[in-house]
């Protein structure tokens, strides 16, 4: 059996503003052009309709519909472009849910891992958060959804240690099912270098140190293969 949902939108203070029951509305206005006609199609009184949509409108301070009582054709309402954004921008948030609800498998979760070596000398940050907390593990974190896996490792590095990097090459893909007991992640490592900043620690990281490559601490996930494949890329080991 799949589940059912609802969800609705809500402003900035947390105020409810749009649901389920509206957006039917506008789809049904967007539809037939007209209130009276929307609204017997949800079986609902034009009083109520009409006092549905006023009240998103004074809420946001926007109109989303604009109506004609006279003329041909009389009583046409339409939607504004704020309110078919409104209505398109709730379709999309449904569909994206729905895909989400009935999709009967899942999939791995993508991460990105930075190798960034000086000197013999190699960078790792301290875990701030679990798994792993306050071990020692290589920069990076999850691809956003929308962004490039080279943006991922771009960005990541930015927020947590503070600097710029160029990306110098692929390391390897690693997905061992069980390399992250948070669930089945695959991550991209690269070997890069600092081209702009002073490491410094944000975000996830508690510490920044640099270690011989030599002694190593113990390390989170499967970072020493890691890090082992990027000294063997660079004929280091």
Do not use: C, Q
């Amino acid at each position: 059996m799949i589940p059912k949902f609802r969800f609705w939108f809500e402003d900035e203070k947390g105020n409810y503003v749009m649901g389920e029951g509206l957006y039917l509305l506008l789809k049904n206005i967007s539809i037939f052009e007209n209130l009276s006609k929307a609204v017997n199609e949800l079986n609902m009184s034009y009083r109520n309709g009409w006092g549905k949509i006023r009240e998103v409108e004074e809420r946001l301070g926007k109109k989303i519909i604009e109506t004609k009582r006279g003329g041909s054709p009389r009583g046409e309402t339409k939607l504004t472009d704020f309110g078919k954004e409104l209505m398109e921008t709730y379709e999309k948030y449904n569909d994206v849910l729905s895909y989400y609800i009935k999709r009967p498998y899942k999939v791995p979760s993508i991460a990105v891992d930075g190798v960034l070596i000086e000197s013999n000398k190699i960078l790792l940050i301290k875990r701030k958060n679990d798994p792993f907390k306050d071990k020692y593990a290589l920069p990076g974190g999850f691809v956003e959804y929308g962004e490039t896996v080279e943006e991922a490792i771009t960005r990541e590095i930015r927020e947590e240690i503070s600097i710029e990097i160029r990306i110098l090459s692929i390391v390897g893909i690693y997905s061992s099912p069980d390399r992250d007991p948070r669930g089945h992640t695959i991550s991209i490592a690269y070997l890069i270098e600092k081209i702009e900043g002073t490491p410094k620690a944000g975000d996830d990281a508690s510490e920044i140190r640099l270690f011989n490559l030599n002694k190593l601490p113990d390390l989170a996930f499967d970072h020493g293969l890691i890090i082992k494949d990027a000294l063997k890329n660079m004929k280091i080991i």
